[in-house]
């Protein structure tokens, strides 16, 4: 496993409300990122970060912001969730430092986010 | 921006039965990677090929990054029941480190 831990796991709120979501790393690898998965989507990218508080925008990214203070530590803002902000949230890792391994991503649990 | 045909979208097949399933893109990609998810959980790497030509087995697992680069399969030999579930090609191109994802290929194993 990749060490990558992601909270909550399940998440129900109402539309207008703020939401975080949590990923955390104990791999200390540089890159991490937000996916969401839809059904007949597949995983879309959101944001991606490339360091401590260097972030990018992915191809999904409206209506969400991301942080990240610490290497561990990537959290992904809902400012005000919307009924198509419903999906199952993935965190993924890349860069360890193992040769050959930089390109592969390794994925959290998910975190099941529903708006009513 | 860059796309993945993966296909097929579906299959069944029969404990037992070697699989097959590739996906195709316009673009060329400098890594090719295969994950599977299973209900519920987040999608777990399988293979990873990194140079055009490349074959690489992971037990009954076999996949190739295609001479053009443009393409790659992933194939299962004789199938067992917990084959069950999603599988993901990935590509990743240039020097930039985001992922394109095909849209996945389900697959049911008949015991």
């Known amino acids: 496993d990749a060490g990558i831990t992601q909270s909550p796991r399940h998440k129900v709120t109402e539309t207008g409300t703020p939401v975080t979501l949590r990923c955390h790393q104990t791999e200390n690898h540089r890159y991490m990122y937000w996916y969401r998965q839809d059904p007949g989507h597949g995983l879309r990218l959101i944001h991606y970060?490339?360091?401590?508080?260097?972030?990018d925008k992915g191809e999904v990214s409206d209506g969400y912001s991301v942080s990240r203070s610490k290497t561990e530590d990537f959290l992904l803002t809902l400012e005000s969730a919307t009924s198509s902000q419903t999906s199952v949230y993935f965190c993924?890792?890349?860069?360890?430092?193992?040769?050959?391994?930089?390109?592969?991503?390794?994925f959290g649990p998910g975190t099941r986010l529903t708006v009513l | 921006g860059q796309q993945l045909n993966q296909s097929p979208q579906s299959m069944f097949i029969q404990e037992g039965e070697d699989v097959s399933m590739n996906c195709t893109s316009s673009?060329?990609?400098?890594?090719w990677l295969w994950y599977k998810q299973d209900p519920g959980e987040g999608p777990v790497l399988l293979i990873a090929l990194y140079k055009a030509g490349e074959l690489t087995s992971n037990g009954r697992l076999t996949a190739q990054f295609g001479i053009t680069r443009k393409d790659s399969f992933l194939n299962i030999s004789a199938s067992i029941p917990s084959d069950v579930g999603i599988y993901f090609c990935a590509g990743l191109g240039g020097s930039n480190y985001k992922l394109t994802f095909g849209k996945g290929t389900l697959l049911t194993v008949n015991p």
């Open positions: 673009s060329i990609f400098n890594t």
């Open positions: 993924a890792i890349s860069g360890s430092e193992l040769a050959g391994s930089h390109n592969e991503q390794f």
């Open positions: 970060s490339y360091g401590v508080k260097d972030t």
